[in-house]
């Protein structure tokens, strides 16, 4: 960070998010969303794929002249695939702002207490066989389960620290219980070296088997979570003057903190346990936004969400097309282009200062 | 996990340097047995008792008891009584490089299934006291808990072994077991049919099956060729798509699998991604649909293979040739993923499975 805001509640009203810029940053999503629809690995042209989207209106009927296998790649397969990476990149990049903000740490991410830890041991535990699970759902729910688990014990473990840093105890908490978790994980795969390929590629992120069905998983949890973080923007905001400061104005800290880590924590683990660990997306994605859209939580976690999906959309896009018709792994892919995407966005508004 | 590990002796951790290594070597074998001996008489490992009770399994069990001091003959069916003895010492070369082997091994460790195999195919089966968990082939395989992936060089050393065989010089295997005077043997994947019988060949003249070995690798490759003129004349290779996981990893036409189906007059659809992908790409739901293959194999390496019903479950994939005529081939994960003398068997799937597809 480089110059430090102004503390945005001391102003009397708080900071305005104008509708126009919530429209362009739907409009960002909506374009990418459409872009990741166009393209893949069976070229289908970008008419016919515009002719069987719109066959699925209801009430509209179009002959999209698509056959066989093919009559399904557009709806069944590509749609669902785009769809949930809009709703994961948006629940991570909201999740990491609001962790951001109720950490009061530029270093807030998503996995920050320990979801990822938890998701992927409780993978583990099922790809292992260490617990008796079968059907295409285990590891999703076992994911689920773990990562809310960890959050939960790092909750119960870490919430009594000191008055003076009321988040360090829960970051530490978060630190100790990820590194047990990973421990056992590491211990687990030593012993089963054929599951270690199994669990590292659920690990790296997977939208190549979504379906409509992993959206319906996730979807309500993504509408909770970011509706709520979204909701808390404006008292976020008033945390950024201090504890003291923001219990004067009417706003219950310690509330607002289990409020907000609850609801981006439900839905960082909905969002792991459908695609698996995505890194990036939830620590860049806010900080892009901040650098765009100045230090207002209220403005960073509406477009953090527009921003996140768009995001998510394209560099899914660049997994499935790169190499096709093999796939990259989500993860990879989201740091080698976001890393330099943030620099640059870094720079220049660093340079027009 | 392995007693032992837990305190280091010097027996592993400690690195002389290079100079001192010869002087060194007789003092520490020395050790080495003290610290066998040492852990015999704790008690300590279920592993360590097993390991004095295996090498008399299979000098006494197998083959007629009529060798009872039996130090070179090799007594084996396939070997002709030209071959063993006047060979040693002898030098083969492996992915470590020239191997210097000094008598015909007689307690021999394998932590790789596929040379496991290709050691028993040699009819060096009597002289292996142990192998890594995964050598479930042949029946009878003297089974430990050892692993060549993350190989503990101490449970290796206190079987007290004069030959060890890997895949890969994983953690420094080969150097740690070398500073106890134990002779390493690497032999990584296999790329190509060739480079499994050139195997086959070397694992022979390591373990003084020389002409076994080679008449062995021979067989397999007339075997292979009868198969492969079973395979229908096609004007191109048949399209398929092998799934070892479900997240759509599979292989290409340039892995080893891929040679042996290639034999089949097969080609992996993932062929056209490119060599940057690799030899075991993942594909997306959407390619293997645009490719729209007309065979899927199925080896999963956890045995969890999806039934014919789940794969039309998923999306669009009713529509597949392969599904709606019932080309779904189920391949033993364990003949698919090793490069030993079971790839006839692999490649006997492999045409039989298509065998009506023209």
Redesign the interface.
């Known amino acids: 960070m480089t110059a430090p805001a102004p503390p945005i509640a001391a102003r009397r009203h708080p900071v305005r998010l104008p509708l126009a810029w919530i429209l362009g940053a739907g409009a960002f999503t909506l374009a990418a969303g459409t872009v990741a629809v166009l393209f ?4 289908i042209p970008a008419g016919q794929v515009l002719r069987a989207l719109l066959d699925q209106l209801p009430g509209v009927n179009v002959d999209h002249g698509l056959h ?6 557009v709806t ?3 749609l ?2 785009v769809v949930l990476a809009g709703i994961v990149g948006a629940v991570l990049a909201t999740a990491g702002g609001a962790y951001q903000a109720t950490f009061g740490n530029p270093l807030g991410d998503p996995y920050l207490l320990g979801v990822a830890a938890g998701a992927g041991l409780g993978v583990t535990l099922v ?1 292992t066989g260490y617990i008796a699970a ?1 059907g ?1 759902l285990a590891a999703t729910a076992a994911a689920f389960v773990g990562a809310g688990a960890a959050v939960v014990v790092v909750y119960a473990l870490g919430r009594d620290g000191d008055e003076a840093r009321p988040t360090a105890s829960l970051i530490l908490a978060g630190i100790a219980v990820a590194a047990l978790c990973s421990a056992v994980q590491a211990f687990l795969l ?2 089963d ?3 270690v ?2 669990v590292y ?2 690990l790296l992120g ?1 939208f ?2 979504a ?2 069905r992993q959206v319906r998983l996730v979807a309500p949890f993504a509408a909770v979570s970011i509706g709520v973080t979204v909701a808390a923007g404006r008292r976020l905001d008033v945390l950024t003057l201090g504890d003291d400061e923001a219990s004067a104005l009417g706003v219950d800290p310690r509330r607002t903190r289990r409020l907000v880590i609850g609801a981006a924590t439900l839905g960082t683990a909905a969002a792991v346990a459908v695609s698996g660990l995505i890194g990036f997306v939830g620590i860049i994605v806010p900080h892009a936004v901040r650098l765009l859209a100045g230090p207002s939580y209220r403005r960073i976690l509406v477009l953090s969400a527009f921003g996140g999906a768009g995001f998510l959309c394209l560099a899914d896009l660049a997994a ?1 097309s790169v ?5 990259i ?1 989500i993860g990879v892919v989201t740091a080698f282009v976001g890393a330099p995407m943030f620099l640059v966005i870094m720079r220049t508004r660093s340079a027009r200062r | 996990m392995n007693p032992e590990t837990t305190p280091p002796t010097p027996l592993v951790s400690r690195r002389r340097p290079p100079r001192a290594r010869s002087q060194a070597r007789h003092g520490r074998r020395r050790f080495a047995v003290a610290a066998l001996a040492i852990t015999l008489l704790a008690g300590c490992a279920s592993n360590a008792t097993a390991s004095t009770t295996t090498p008399a399994a299979p000098t006494s069990s197998p083959s007629s008891s009529t060798s009872t001091s039996t130090p070179a003959a090799p007594t084996t069916t396939a070997a002709p009584t030209t071959s063993a003895p006047a060979a040693f010492p002898v030098t083969v070369t492996g992915a470590n490089g020239r191997v210097t082997i000094a008598a015909r091994p007689q307690r021999i460790v394998s932590l790789s299934a596929s040379l496991t195999e290709m050691l028993y195919a040699a009819g060096a089966g009597e002289q292996v006291v142990a192998v890594d968990k995964y050598s479930n082939y042949p029946a009878g395989t003297p089974l430990t808990d050892l692993s060549g992936f993350k190989p503990n060089v101490e449970s290796i050393a206190a079987l007290t072994p004069d030959l060890v065989v890997v895949s890969g010089d994983r953690d420094g295997v080969v150097a740690a077991l070398d500073a106890v005077g134990i002779t390493t043997l690497v032999l990584p994947s296999a790329k190509s049919v060739d480079d499994a019988l050139d195997q086959l060949a070397t694992i022979g003249a390591a373990t003084g099956h020389a002409d076994a070995a080679t008449a062995a690798a021979a067989s397999i490759r007339t075997r292979l060729a009868t198969i492969a003129d079973r395979a229908p004349e096609r004007r191109a290779p048949l399209p398929y798509y092998l799934e070892l996981a479900d997240d759509g990893r599979t292989v290409t036409s340039a892995t080893f699998i891929g040679n042996v189906l290639a034999l089949a007059g097969l080609a992996s659809i993932a062929d056209t991604a490119g060599a940057a992908a690799g030899g075991y790409p993942q594909l997306s739901s959407e390619a293997v649909l645009a490719a729209d293959p007309a065979v899927i194999f199925l080896a999963y390496s956890n045995g969890k293979n999806p039934s014919a019903a789940d794969l039309a479950a998923r999306p669009g994939w009713n529509e597949l040739q392969a599904v709606r005529n019932g080309n779904v081939v189920v391949l033993d994960p364990d003949v698919a993923s090793r490069w030993g003398p079971r790839l006839v068997d692999l490649l006997t799937a492999a045409v039989d499975g298509t065998a009506t597809i023209t």
């Open positions: 893949g690995p069976a070229s066989g296998p093919l009559a399904a790649v069944e397969v590509r669902p695939r790809l079968s295409g030593q012993r070296d054929q599951a390929r199994e590629s659920w997977r190549n088997v379906g409509w499935r190499l096709a018709p093999a796939e792994p």
